[in-house]
């Protein structure tokens, strides 16, 4: 199974937005997907429409079941909840010095189940976000903003502290504004073949998708959003090896 996670320590890049959609066009295109909302918020699970109390990933990670009852979103795709995050984080970090390589053995468990993984994180490096970078592939999100770059550079510098590098960067919310171009410039100097070729251009459709509950490729099939992260989704299979 590869595991991507969707990483940034700077709010309202649209972490939740991309790891949702990815998830969606994975399973659409046929891969056995499982989402993992890592975000005490659990926007992801909001997102889906579903409820936040059914089987969390931190009874799985603190061993309060020996059942594994992911939600059924349809028969390619399943999503783990976050749930009571923030007091699970608490306890993950008492169970041992290395809690961060929790997530990593149970997600080996569950290797035969699934192809891929999409991973969505807090706006924070706590434990859950450690442990996620741990377990998968990193993929940093950002905006056009300097704020943004940051966060990006915070999150690079921290991944490699676990001796992980990030495997791409994706810029989402791009305009045609000079500000986004010399965003974008800037990037490509500084990080090259790691900022990903694929950009999500900004498009209200994709804020209308989340209200319904619906992945972009439901609301709006033909929007610039649709087709932004379906050459997201593609980049990245291509990118991992599958």
Do not use: C, W
């Amino acid at each position: 199974m590869k595991k991507i996670s969707i990483i940034n320590n700077k709010g309202g890049v649209g972490k939740t937005t991309t790891a949702f959609n990815l998830a969606h066009f994975f399973s659409k295109a046929g891969y056995k997907t499982l989402a993992i909302d890592l975000d005490p918020q659990q926007n992801m699970v909001r997102n889906f429409g579903m409820d936040e109390k059914k089987t969390t990933i931190g009874d799985y990670l603190l061993g309060r079941t020996d059942d594994y009852e992911p939600i059924v979103i349809n028969d390619n795709l399943h999503l783990i909840p976050a749930g009571n995050a923030e007091n699970d984080m608490q306890l993950l970090t008492s169970e041992s010095p290395l809690y961060f390589e929790i997530l990593n053995e149970f997600l080996s468990q569950l290797d035969e189940l699934y192809e891929i993984a999409v991973i969505d994180t807090a706006p924070a490096f706590n434990p859950y976000t450690t442990s996620a970078i741990y377990a998968s592939n990193v993929y940093s999100i950002l905006i056009p903003g300097q704020n943004e770059i940051n966060g990006l550079n915070t999150t690079i510098n921290f991944s490699k502290k676990l001796k992980k590098e990030v495997s791409g960067i994706i810029l989402t919310r791009m305009e045609k504004t000079a500000l986004s171009e010399k965003v974008k410039t800037d990037l490509e100097e500084a990080y090259g073949e790691l900022l990903l070729n694929s950009i999500v251009r900004k498009n209200v459709m994709l804020s209308e998708s989340i209200l319904e509950h619906k992945s972009i490729f439901d609301y709006a099939p033909n929007s610039n959003g649709a087709n932004d992260y379906i050459s997201l989704g593609r980049e990245i299979l291509k990118k991992e090896g599958i």
